[in-house]
Structures are given as structure tokens and as C-alpha cells.
């Protein structure tokens, strides 16, 4: 396959007019292609390329254009393993197309240009279509894809999501919770809990402390606060996105991070310290009651937690159990699939990812960020009284 040149005009030939690289996308033009395709999340963003950016991701924004249309956008991120191991390529739930048939093969070539360059491993991309649509897979699996069959990973967004359509409005979506449920949302305020908007970084590190000791309890990854500051740089501060917090007797007891793109909302994260259980679902409603002011017409709740169909012996079914009692119903996603470079280093990542607990998570965070924490625990661990800080993820 021969590669494409940043802006040239020519890039592969298909029926019709020709597809080419768009040179050096904007912001705007960028967001503005990816929202208005259906499936997009804040995942292809070109805000999100650039959180990724500031923790040890490389983004690289690869749009296609025929006749003077965008017809395709990648969000690539790559990332170095350590040694000579090489580079990993992820397109977290993309690429976006409007024309599969024509964008696959040209977009291939732009990122095997990429690969080159990098010394890339594999490509990982997340096709934002349900695990039924077969036109988009055949187009993916004669562009030379492999099918990455697993439920989840570490670091790739899960197979099971759970969405919400909350295009009717707040008053038909707070009728269609049911009697418990909106009881649970009213039970905070009789308590005494005060749930209000977060608008400064201090409100983003009381967040943060409420994550991590949910984490260290559930023995569930956290990333460090610098990573919640640039949420709260990109996101927050613009606009695009809703922290609220729980507050009984003034001291956060409960918090969630929503953010928006297009017309889709999506939870990033929801946390509380178990002191008032319940206050966890007056902080999701009213972040859901913001999406609805924005203008958004789906909810998305992220992962179930689960696999499928969700099994009470789960590990995360309460998760479950706690987006359906909002009426949220499971997406099943294509997943993954990965294209490869260089196989003898791709079956022995495979292996690693597949066999070890974590495993790819020792090769993504290597070398800097564990041996940031391991001497942060070990720091931390010297006073008799103190706690191990529970690690955080870098995916």
C-alpha cells in the first residue's frame, strides 16, 4: 500500500473523484464532521487528542475529503512501548466515516504512512457501529483488519455500553424513572444534602479525593489529579462539561463529571464516600437534567460493568443494576479490531494482553509513570499511619 502526504490531492483511486488527506484539520472543522455523524462520542473529539496529549499519548487528526467533503476522520493516538518493543496506534471508538466503501482503504494508507514513521506494532480502531452492522464490517475485514475477540481491556472502551434517550425532555424522563427510583433522586435533599454545580479546580480536587477512595475501597484504578486537571482545563472551563457535587454539612459526599459533544452527553465519571448511598442518584440526575438544557438528545452511560447478557455473579452488575434504573438499555458495539504491522511483535503483545492480569498495562505505563508511583507509595508508606495510594491508570 503506498502511503498519502499531508494534503496531497491525489491519494487512492475509487469510483469517482479522488479521496485525499485534508491538510492540517481545524478544531472547529474537525468537531464539526464527527458530531454530525451518528455513533460519534467526545472520544474523537479533537479536545479529547488533546487530554491524551499532555499524558503520554501522541494525537494525529487524519481527516478524508472527495469533491471537497469530509468523508472520513481518525483520531489516532500512538504511544511508545518501552525498549525496542515499537509504537502502538488507537483510535479510541472511531474512526467516524460517511463512506466506509471509499474512506477504509484511503485511511489505511494514511495511517500505514504513520506506522512507517513510528515503528508501529498494530492499529486498534473502534468502529462506532453496533455489533450487527454487517456492511461496515465486511468493509473492515477486506481492508485487512483482525478481529480482536474480547470483551474487554484495559485500555480500549468496553464492547457493552448503556444509553439513554433523553430527547422527550426532563419532565417525561423523571416520569419514566419509576416511583423508587425518583424517591432515591429526592431522598439527598431531605437529608440535608446540597447538590450544586462545581466550577473551580478546588471542586475538581474534592472530586478527585472522592475517585480515589472509591478506587482504593473497590480496588479500581484511578488516574493521577493532574490528568482531572486537564479534564477540567478542556472541558470544564469551556463549557463542555458539568462537575457536581454533593455536599452534606458542606463536605463532598458524592460528585460526577458529564460532558457533552454534539448531541450526545456522555458520564465520565460518578463517585461517592457510601456516608449517603443515595446521593449518588440526585448527582446523576441532575447531570442528566444539564444534558437536557444543552440540547442533547442521548445520554451515554458508558460501560455496564458486565458482560453479556449482565449476570448477577458480575463484578460491576450494581453497576449495572444503578444506570438501568434510569431506564438506560445496553449498545452492542463492534469492538475491536486491529490492524498489523509487524506480526511476530503483534502475537506477542496479543499474548501478553490475553494471559497476564494486566499485562498491558505494564507495557503502556512503563516506564515513567510506575516508577512515578512506586516511589510515591514508597513515600507515602515510610509514617506507620499512612495509606498506599491507590495507582492510577494511564490508558
Known amino acids: 500500500m503506498r502511503g498519502l502526504r499531508a494534503g496531497s490531492s491525489q491519494a487512492r483511486a475509487t469510483e469517482g473523484a479522488a479521496v485525499y488527506r485534508v491538510d ?22 479533537y479536545e479529547w487528542g488533546e487530554i491524551r496529549r499532555s ?6 487528526y487524519i481527516a478524508l475529503a472527495r469533491d471537497g467533503e469530509w468523508i472520513g476522520a481518525a483520531l489516532v493516538l500512538t504511544k511508545r512501548l518501552p525498549g525496542a518493543l515499537g509504537t502502538i496506534l ?24 504513520l506506522a512507517r514513521q513510528r515503528g508501529a506494532i498494530f492499529w486498534r480502531i473502534e468502529p462506532p457501529v453496533q455489533d450487527d452492522d454487517l456492511s461496515v464490517t465486511d468493509y473492515v475485514m477486506q481492508a485487512g483488519f483482525v478481529p480482536v475477540n474480547q470483551e474487554w481491556s484495559y485500555w480500549n472502551r468496553p464492547k457493552y455500553e448503556m444509553k439513554l434517550n433523553i430527547a422527550p425532555g426532563e ?53 493521577g489529579l493532574d490528568y482531572f486537571h486537564s479534564l477540567y482545563r478542556t472541558f470544564i472551563k469551556s463549557g463542555m462539561a458539568r462537575l457536581v457535587l454533593a455536599r452534606k454539612e458542606g463536605t463532598p459526599v458524592a460528585g460526577g463529571m458529564t460532558v457533552r459533544y454534539g ?71 463492534y469492538g475491536c479490531a486491529d490492524y498489523v504491522f509487524r506480526p511476530i511483535s503483534y502475537r506477542a503483545f496479543r499474548l501478553i494482553e490475553q494471559r497476564l492480569p494486566y499485562g498491558e498495562r505494564l507495557l503502556i505505563e512503563w516506564p515513567k509513570q510506575i ?8 513515600t507515602q508508606a515510610r509514617p506507620s499511619s499512612a495509606v498506599p495510594e491507590h495507582k492510577a491508570s494511564e490508558d
Open 371 to 378: 516508577l512515578h508511583r512506586w516511589r510515591s507509595r514508597a
Open 24 to 45: 492540517r484539520p481545524s478544531g472547529d472543522d474537525w468537531n464539526r464532521f464527527v458530531t454530525a455523524q451518528p455513533g460519534a462520542t467526545i472520544y474523537q473529539s
Open 171 to 223: 419532565a417525561a424522563v423523571f416520569s419514566g424513572l419509576g416511583t423508587k427510583i425518583r424517591t432515591k433522586v429526592r431522598h439527598a435533599s431531605k437529608r440535608g444534602v446540597v447538590v450544586e454545580e462545581g466550577c473551580t479546580e478546588q471542586d475538581m480536587e474534592s472530586f478527585y479525593r472522592l475517585l480515589k477512595n472509591t478506587g482504593e475501597k473497590k480496588r479500581i484504578p484511578v488516574r
Open 263 to 333: 448531541t450526545t452527553a456522555t458520564l465520565l465519571y460518578l463517585s461517592n464516600d457510601y456516608s449517603m448511598q443515595r446521593a449518588g442518584w440526585a448527582v446523576q440526575w441532575e447531570m442528566l437534567r444539564w444534558a437536557m438544557t444543552q440540547g442533547c438528545t442521548t445520554y451515554d452511560f458508558g460501560g455496564t460493568g458486565t458482560g453479556y447478557p449482565p449476570q448477577e455473579t458480575d463484578k460491576g452488575y450494581g453497576v449495572y443494576q444503578f444506570k438501568h434504573s434510569f431506564g438506560a438499555h445496553i449498545v452492542k458495539w
Open 55 to 60: 499524558h503520554g499519548w501522541e494525537p494525529h
Open 90 to 113: 488507537y483510535s479510541p471508538r472511531g474512526p467516524v466515516m460517511t463512506g466506509w466503501d471509499a474512506a477504509v482503504p484511503a485511511l489505511v494508507d494514511a495511517v500505514s504512512l
